[in-house]
């Protein structure tokens, strides 16, 4: 999931970037309205955290032009102001929610999955099936389901950020910008093979054959029903010996 953090004081922006980045986030940090404007109309976020006293255009502003202009991201206004008229105008100008500084960072986190959640599904459950693959990406939970048991799988965020942005997608073909652009942020450094990398080190925890690649395009999600046809043979031979 990637986000983009609107906060012109450096420490509090430099905390949450890096809360979000630990979490499993791709998070994108402006300092000014502006800015802010201009990668929303660059970038696809799901989540936008925004600041309202911000130099050049003022949060609210910002909040009313995105609003204006049909952009329906989920906003959390993060603010020092307290006062209950500040509240009501943010949320009446198009916000999600409203938090006031200072604020604990898994209150924060909690919130984002609320929001999303609430954006995308519109109901408590979040758990999205493709075949036996169930992925949940509030919880960033990801399962093998079977008629037996579910097996939980571990990932670290940059796979889980991956399969989620193929997860969203299930059964398209997404190249290999789109998949970078989902999972990492302006300041990542990429390798020219870290996306074929993490594609490898998912493969090995959840199939082979969960993943494929079409030369020349990309990958997609292949929906499996029966979790033991997502290793091929010789993998399975080579887990037994």
Request: one cysteine or more.
């Given at each position: 999931m990637r986000i983009l953090l609107v906060e012109d004081d450096h420490?509090?922006?430099?905390?949450?970037?890096?809360?979000?980045?630990?979490?499993?986030?791709?998070?994108?940090?402006?300092?000014?309205?502006?800015?802010?404007?201009?990668?929303?109309?660059?970038?696809?976020?799901?989540?936008?955290?925004?600041?309202?006293?911000?130099?050049?255009?003022?949060g609210i502003k910002v909040l009313e032009i995105m609003?204006?202009?049909?952009?329906?991201?989920?906003?959390?206004?993060?603010?020092?102001?307290?006062?209950?008229?500040?509240?009501?105008?943010?949320?009446?100008?198009?916000?999600?929610?409203?938090?006031?500084?200072?604020?604990?960072?898994q209150e924060l986190l909690a919130?984002?999955?609320?929001v999303t959640?609430?954006?995308?599904?519109?109901?408590?459950?979040s758990m999205q099936t493709y075949g036996c693959l169930g992925l949940d990406p509030v919880n960033h939970e990801v399962r093998i389901n079977s008629p037996e048991e579910s097996k939980n799988i571990s990932l670290t965020a940059r796979e889980f950020a991956l399969l989620e942005a193929l997860m969203s997608r299930p059964g398209a073909v997404l190249s290999r910008d789109a998949l970078e652009q989902r999972i990492y942020s302006w300041d990542d450094e990429i390798d020219s093979n870290a996306v074929e990398?993490?594609?490898?080190?998912?493969?090995?925890?959840?199939?082979?054959?969960?993943?494929?690649?079409?030369?020349?395009?990309?990958?997609?999600l292949e929906k499996i029903e029966d979790p033991s046809q997502?290793?091929?043979d010789k993998d399975k031979r080579r887990a037994r010996s």
């Open positions: 420490m509090i922006g430099q905390a949450v970037s890096d809360v979000l980045s630990d979490n499993a986030y791709a998070v994108d940090w402006v300092t000014d309205g502006q800015s802010a404007l201009e990668a929303i109309n660059d970038v696809q976020y799901e989540c936008i955290l925004l600041d309202l006293g911000l130099p050049k255009i003022d609003r204006a202009n049909k952009i329906k991201t989920s906003v959390i206004i993060l603010t020092a102001r307290d006062e209950l008229p500040d509240k009501i105008t943010g949320l009446d100008k198009g916000a999600d929610d409203y938090i006031v500084k200072p604020f604990e960072m919130r984002i999955r609320a959640r609430r954006r995308n599904s519109g109901n408590v459950e990398y993490i594609i490898y080190t998912l493969r090995r925890k959840i199939g082979q054959n969960l993943i494929k690649n079409v030369r020349g395009v990309g990958w997609k997502l290793q091929d």
